[in-house]
């Protein structure tokens, strides 16, 4: 099916971690131009960016507005028009830490990561929207933020706040701008990527999570990355937003499958 994105400007925070740059690669296959943010990763970014048809790298630390403003105003610059904001950017702490033995600074980096970064991002290209009259957003969050996850207060926290308090209030300021604009949010489950690949060496850890899942199998980044894009396309998705779509086999917060 053809999205109609083709020509159209996109930016992609976390554009050089592993679902970033499957959501990179999926907008270049529809026509996109792509700005592949990173934060450390420059050569990673610019790899990716250098093997795409119509893409750059942008760096910023989205943590501080100079840093956000920055990848937004230079993605825009770059591609000649931005159209699309994916936040795909954030950390998720290994470490499982109970609330009342985590640290203040953990609690803080990981906000200052997870929801404070998103909520930069989101200013400086809402801003955007607000003087050309259109734009979408689609933030990607996680599970984390619908079932909660023991060890990892912090980021189910930051994911919440960010799928839900924010998705949901910024569909109804967008349109106030641009007409047409829209809000979404994806949360993906258990996804192999750079990221969780040490968490995933766990012989135990695949079986034991799967079995809260319909489909009991991880998902890849492209498994995610596509949905991002439906969310993306006014022609498949013009009507919907302020929606958070699981992509996550139809993980549930019980067990549904009896054996390990």
Known sequence: MDLGLEGRGVLVTGGS???GQAVCRVFAAEGAGVAVHYHRQAAT??????????????????????????????AAAALGRLDVCVHA???W??????LWRMGLDRW???????????????????ARVAAQGAGNLVF???????FGEAGHAD???????????????????IVQVAPGGRVNAVCPG?????????????????????????????????????QVAVLASDRVSGHVTGQVVEVAGGMEGRVVHERP
């Open 190 to 226: 258990w996804t192999v990527t750079p990221m969780t690949r040490s968490a995933l060496a766990d012989p135990a850890l695949v079986p034991r999570a799967t079995r809260t899942m319909a489909l009991r199998k991880l998902a890849t980044a492209e498994d995610v990355a596509r």
């Open 155 to 173: 980021y189910a926290a930051a994911k919440a706040a960010m799928v839900y308090g924010l998705t949901r209030s910024l569909k109804n300021e």
């Open 17 to 19: 971690g592993g679902i």
């Open 140 to 146: 990607v969050g996680s599970t984390a933020a619908v």
């Open 45 to 74: 970014a610019e790899a990716l960016a250098a093997e795409l048809p119509w893409a750059v790298a942008v760096g910023g630390d989205l943590g501080t507005e100079a840093g956000a403003e920055a990848a937004v105003a230079g």
């Open 89 to 91: 950017a954030g950390i």
């Open 108 to 126: 803080e980096a990981t906000m200052r990561a997870d929801l404070t970064a998103t909520f930069l991002v989101a200013r400086a290209f809402l």
């Open 93 to 98: 702490p290994e470490a499982a830490v109970p």
